[in-house]
T-cell receptor
Framework: GQNIDQPTEMTATEGAIVQINCTYQTSGFNGLFWYQQHAGEAPTFLSYNVLDGLEEKGRFSSFLSRSKGYSYLLLKELQMKDSASYLCAVMDSNYQLIWGAGTKLIIKP | SQTIHQWPATLVQPVGSPLSLECTVEGTSNPNLYWYRQAAGRGLQLLFYSVGIGQISSEVPQNLSASRPQDRQFILSSKKLLLSDSGFYLC???????????FGPGTRLTVL
């Protein structure tokens, strides 16, 4: 079967750095996506990785290792507005997104 | 710029009643369209997707159906709702199947 694993919940302090991990087992691989979802709202697209390595976008970076089936999302200089769930999704060989259950990130002052 | 609309935002329906949720996209042509359901603490579940007018692929057999009567309109329906149909329903679109998907604001459905 296809599986995406990420921690259920993480807590971090405002101004700090946090790394959210995602491991996956899928039928084929056509890219990995990270989305942010605030409570009660729709997911919004953050990043896309299809090749190994680090992609940086401002305070957010995403890393991919295809051989290890592993990705992480790195959030720097945390702000209170970063409190949200972060969803990892992998596009399989049929170009369908397989979604993780999400990691709820709690930011404390 | 592209915009995606969904309505209603919230809906409370009795068991056995019908359902119709509508999604429209503006600012793009021939989008790929998707219906997802999100249950609390679980990943998004793909229900239907469409690559063109009248073309619907179903991922999960259940009492829901979808239709795409126009290029930028996607409708999710049910003839008789079940308690298990409660959830957060999200419509999304993408330019191509391998591109990122963009989500509408969602409809929170409660079946009583």
């Amino acid at each position: 079967g296809q599986n995406i694993d990420q921690p259920t919940e993480m807590t971090a302090t405002e101004g700090a750095i946090v790394q959210i991990n995602c491991t996956y087992q899928t039928s084929g691989f056509n890219g990995l996506f990270w989305y942010q979802q605030h409570a009660g709202e729709a997911p919004t697209f953050l990043s896309y990785n299809v090749l190994d390595g680090l992609e940086e976008k401002g305070r957010f970076s995403s890393f991919l290792s295809r051989s290890k089936g592993y990705s992480y999302l790195l959030l720097k200089e945390l702000q209170m507005k970063d409190s949200a769930s972060y969803l990892c999704a992998v596009m399989d060989s049929n170009y369908q997104l397989i979604w993780g259950a999400g990691t709820k990130l709690i930011i404390k002052p | 710029s592209q915009t995606i609309h969904q309505w209603p935002a919230t809906l409370v329906q009795p068991v056995g009643s019908p359902l119709s949720l509508e999604c429209t996209v503006e600012g793009t042509s021939n989008p790929n369209l998707y219906w997802y359901r999100q249950a609390a603490g679980r990943g998004l579940q793909l229900l239907f997707y469409s690559v063109g007018i009248g073309q619907i692929s179903s991922e999960v057999p259940q009492n829901l159906s979808a239709s795409r009567p126009q290029d930028r309109q996607f409708i999710l329906s049910s003839k008789k709702l079940l308690l298990s149909d409660s959830g957060f329903y999200l419509c999304a679109w993408s330019v191509q199947v391998h591109n990122e998907q963009f989500f509408g604001p969602g409809t929170r459905l409660t079946v009583l």
